[in-house]
């Protein structure tokens, strides 16, 4: 389980715009909702330097929402053509500061994704309404967006698969008479909320097991080997899954029996009481 930072509040900065202006204080809103907005910017906004614009139609799933959220935050906001204008110049440069970029350059910054499992779920639900589908994908042209969603998914006790797809130059919907015509690669992740414990030599294409085998071998073999809990993050072929480290759990086996099979694993989760998993 992740246990991150909590925060009841969250401070925007104080604003002074030039020498000419007056000083605004420090905004505190609660952090959970400053999150949600932050969830919906990712996906649906973008800023200029006194506002900030979320696009969204009346017909779409996520319209409702943000303006539920709007009014808890007691921030003012004007309906436009393209969904919603917040002329809040502090708020603004706040967000644009930490999260900027165009929205293939979008990232969610470090100190967010280290907050707590209680705060992130927040930002996840939004990112959800903005660019998500069915609650088992998100769809994003920025890559550094991409790996921070894949952790906020892995914090959120879930795993994650994503797929790119070049989609350059191939014709997409219209905005009013504007053709829609894609110049970045596309990411898409899937979500995977069930069947997350580890298993040793398992795939449901193939009997448990059927790939162990004995092989005799002379050389050396590595692996990480962490300080503290011995739990690691992996990354491969685009599948992201939390991992133990080889040589704990195999000096834990020899442990308690000192000529144990492996092949005993096969298919079958590793013990609750032990906290590690099998390398892969």
């Given at each position: 389980?992740?246990?991150?930072?909590?925060?009841?509040?969250?401070?925007?900065?104080?604003?002074?715009?030039?020498?000419?202006?007056?000083?605004?204080?420090?905004?505190?809103?609660?952090?959970?909702?400053?999150?949600?907005?932050?969830?919906f910017y990712i996906s649906e906004g973008?800023?200029?330097?006194?506002?900030?614009?979320?696009?969204?139609?009346?017909?779409?799933?996520?319209?409702?929402?943000?303006?539920?959220?709007?009014?808890?935050?007691?921030?003012?906001?004007?309906?436009v053509k393209s969904g919603f204008e917040i002329n809040n110049t502090q708020i603004a440069t706040y967000i644009k500061n930490i999260t900027p970029g165009l929205c293939y350059e979008k990232r969610i910054p470090r100190e967010i994704l280290n907050l707590d499992k209680s705060h992130l779920k927040h930002l996840y639900k939004t990112m959800m309404l903005g660019d998500g589908s069915i609650d088992r994908l998100y769809i994003t042209t920025s890559e550094g967006l991409r790996n921070d969603f894949e952790e906020l998914v892995n914090k959120l006790g879930w795993s994650s698969t994503s797929k790119t797809y070049d989609k350059i130059k191939i014709k997409g919907g219209k905005i009013g008479i504007r053709q829609i015509i894609a110049k970045h690669l596309v990411y898409v992740i899937s979500i995977n909320k069930d069947k997350n414990e580890p298993r040793f030599n398992h795939h449901k294409k193939n009997k448990n097991g059927s790939t162990c085998f004995k092989e005799n071998y002379k050389g050396n073999i590595y692996c990480l080997e962490l300080e503290k809990n011995h739990t690691l993050l992996v990354?491969?072929?685009?599948?992201?899954?939390?991992?133990?480290?080889?040589?704990?759990?195999?000096?834990?086996?020899?442990?308690?029996?000192?000529?144990?099979d492996f092949k005993e694993l096969a298919g079958a989760p590793l013990p609750h009481y032990q906290p590690m998993s099998m390398s892969r």
């Amino acid at each position: 389980l992740w246990y991150g930072n909590k925060k009841l509040f969250w401070t925007i900065p104080e604003y002074k715009a030039s020498k000419f202006h007056k000083l605004n204080p420090k905004i505190k809103i609660k952090t959970n909702l400053f999150l949600e907005l932050l969830g919906f910017y990712i996906s649906e906004g973008w800023c200029n330097k006194s506002r900030i614009i979320l696009a969204q139609m009346p017909y779409s799933k996520a319209y409702k929402p943000i303006i539920d959220l709007l009014q808890k935050l007691n921030i003012k906001y004007k309906l436009v053509k393209s969904g919603f204008e917040i002329n809040n110049t502090q708020i603004a440069t706040y967000i644009k500061n930490i999260t900027p970029g165009l929205c293939y350059e979008k990232r969610i910054p470090r100190e967010i994704l280290n907050l707590d499992k209680s705060h992130l779920k927040h930002l996840y639900k939004t990112m959800m309404l903005g660019d998500g589908s069915i609650d088992r994908l998100y769809i994003t042209t920025s890559e550094g967006l991409r790996n921070d969603f894949e952790e906020l998914v892995n914090k959120l006790g879930w795993s994650s698969t994503s797929k790119t797809y070049d989609k350059i130059k191939i014709k997409g919907g219209k905005i009013g008479i504007r053709q829609i015509i894609a110049k970045h690669l596309v990411y898409v992740i899937s979500i995977n909320k069930d069947k997350n414990e580890p298993r040793f030599n398992h795939h449901k294409k193939n009997k448990n097991g059927s790939t162990c085998f004995k092989e005799n071998y002379k050389g050396n073999i590595y692996c990480l080997e962490l300080e503290k809990n011995h739990t690691l993050l992996v990354k491969r072929n685009n599948r992201t899954c939390w991992s133990g480290n080889s040589l704990a759990i195999a000096c834990w086996m020899y442990q308690i029996r000192p000529k144990f099979d492996f092949k005993e694993l096969a298919g079958a989760p590793l013990p609750h009481y032990q906290p590690m998993s099998m390398s892969r």
